[in-house]
T-cell receptor, first 112, second 113 residues
Framework: QKEVEQNSGPLSVPEGAIASLNCTYSDRVSQSFFWYRQYSGKSPELIMSIYSNGDKEDGRFTAQLNKASQYVSLLIRDSQPSDSATYLCAVRLTGGGNKLTFGTGTQLKVEL | DAGVIQSPRHEVTEMGQEVTLRCKPISGHNSLFWYRQTMMRGLELLIYFNNNVPIDDSGMPEDRFSAKMPNASFSTLKIQPSEPRDSAVYFC???????????FGSGTRLTVV
């Protein structure tokens, strides 16, 4: 089992819909979780961080964390074509010090 | 703040040549990370430094790769000799504290022919 797993997609959603991106991780006691957005040919950009169980909202983005089930998700409301990108889940695994372990990313396509 | 600055943006070199990638972290950040990204393997951590000290270099592929951080504002990743399989995008990132996310540089696209 990979330490951080994501469905590679592509996930296609119509403009205005809710996009739901999921990530599972192997380390039950991990404490820090991050979502990055990466446009084609660009560097990853941090969009959300979450540390406690439950939901965290920031504008159109909501991160959800369930430590018992070892998954973290990202919801994008009112999806726009400009949201089309690859979304990377990153976890600070126990014993990993300060490093983040990234999933391979989910490609999101928002269609007009 | 200028962000994390990497140079060069693109590098094309011949197999067997030495390649040096450079990174200037955000001022005040005490952790610096070198990642490599390929389509096949995604983002892989090569090495990271805390307060200029290498902490984890388990991701460095082999002895051909080396990294240094002589001071808080500069780091290099060197590949000698380079091979075609080293072709990838190399990212440098920095962070302020252990529980924060990273800020990535723009990356260096390396092509070894």
């Amino acid at each position: 089992q990979k330490e951080v797993e994501q469905n590679s997609g592509p996930l296609s959603v119509p403009e205005g819909a809710i996009a739901s991106l999921n990530c599972t991780y192997s380390d039950r006691v991990s404490q820090s979780f991050f979502w990055y957005r990466q446009y084609s040919g660009k560097s990853p950009e941090l969009i959300m961080s979450i540390y406690s169980n439950g939901d965290k909202e920031d504008g159109r983005f909501t991160a959800q964390l369930n430590k018992a089930s070892q998954y973290v998700s990202l919801l994008i409301r009112d999806s726009q074509p400009s949201d089309s990108a690859t979304y990377l889940c990153a976890v600070r695994l126990t014993g990993g010090g300060n490093k983040l372990t990234f999933g391979t990313g989910t490609q999101l396509k928002v269609e007009l | 703040d200028a962000g994390v600055i990497q140079s060069p943006r693109h590098e094309v070199t011949e197999m067997g040549q030495e390649v040096t990638l450079r990174c200037k972290p955000i001022s005040g950040h005490n952790s610096l990370f070198w990642y490599r990204q390929t389509m096949m393997r995604g983002l892989e951590l090569l090495i990271y430094f805390n307060n200029n000290v290498p902490i984890d270099d388990s991701g460095m592929p082999e002895d051909r790769f080396s990294a240094k951080m002589p001071n808080a504002s500069f780091s290099t990743l060197k590949i000698q000799p380079s091979e075609p399989r080293d072709s990838a995008v190399y990212f440098c990132a920095s962070s302020l504290q252990a529980n924060y996310g990273y800020t990535f540089g723009s990356g260096t696209r390396l092509t070894v022919v």
